[in-house]
């Protein structure tokens, strides 16, 4: 593995830990999940602009490829809507990254679809590998003791995680074409303009797009840490601007050298960060029973011989 390839899987699990606090935080913040989207979208897409020749790059990405990025956008608002969504819905951060693990398996069925490539049955077997894993750190969590509704949850989150593994391997074809900061930038400002429509429009779908309770000041009642009216701003203000732009940006990095599925794959080590997180930040120690232990050991297995099967690959073909 050469020097590139290896800052690439560093990149790419520094995203992945940062990814980690996003489930955390969308339960710290007190607003509804289509209000914690809208705001982590324009001031995540604002954030861009402050960036160094940030401009000047993106007037050099041609028009027909920034307007399919806004397209993707699309995507990723609904991704996030649903994956935010499903954690108000069932109250429980662990059952939505449990129906997140679903993300690889997705992906090893999308990947050969839309690129017209043979089906790896490993890849898929070691998707499902890593969902059972999830499925146990998920299922046996007292968190699921709570009193959301979990069937309506499960539904919309591993819905989520589809659109999470379309938009991803649909990437995965631009990441080497365009600059990753404009790449994101459009996304997320696609992914506004498409949740304002709905905000102008006012289609208020009960639980699933709670447009009727949207916060332009999204003030806290009942803040968590920082005892101040303005602490979901503050969370959000982090939830937009290091767990959006600068994930986001190693994430693309990162999928210049590794394949949509490794990408994926790897992703599935955010329930596991995330979890550890919620025990340290929100004081969850009851997640960490024997039945996490194990289920994160299946999901490390799962990564550990992804890696070692293709880097003996491309060791193999670099000799032939």
Known sequence: MNQSTKNAFVQLHVAVFIFGF????????????????????????????????????????????????????????I????????IKIGD???????????????????????????????????????????AIIAYFSPDNAGAGNYPL?????????????????????LANKIDTKVMTFAELLGGF??????????????????????????LTDHPMFINSPYADIVWMLILS??????????????????????????????PVYGIILAAFLLKEHHFLNPYFYFGAGIILLSVLIHSIVKYRARKYQSNN
Not at 31 to 43: A, C, G, K, L, S
Not at 246 to 255: C, E, K, P, S, Y
């Open 22 to 77: 996003t489930a955390i935080l969308g339960k710290m913040i007190t607003q509804d999940h289509f209000t914690i989207v809208w705001h982590r979208m324009w001031i995540a897409a604002f954030g861009f602009l402050l960036f160094p020749q940030f401009i000047k790059t993106l007037f050099k990405t041609s028009l027909k490829h920034f307007v399919y990025l806004l397209g993707i956008g699309c995507l990723v608002a």
């Open 193 to 218: 303009l498409f949740l304002s429509i709905f905000l102008v429009l006012s289609l208020d779908i009960p639980n699933i797009l709670p447009i009727d309770s949207f916060m332009k000041v999204p």
């Open 241 to 270: 601007l290091v767990c959006t732009n600068i994930a986001f940006v190693l994430n693309l990095n990162a999928m210049k050298k590794v394949s949509a599925f490794t990408a994926n794959l790897a992703i599935n080590l955010e």
């Open 92 to 134: 429980s951060a662990s059952l939505t990254l449990g129906c997140f693990g679903l993300t690889s398996t997705f992906t090893s069925i999308l990947e050969p679809l839309i690129y017209r490539k043979k089906f790896e049955v490993l890849e898929l077997l070691l998707g499902l590998m890593a969902l059972i894993g999830i």
């Open 153 to 173: 949850a499960i539904i919309v989150g591993v819905f989520s995680s589809f659109v999470a593994a379309l938009f991803s391997t649909i990437n995965s074809t």
């Open 79 to 86: 991704h996030w809507i649903t994956f935010y969504g499903s």
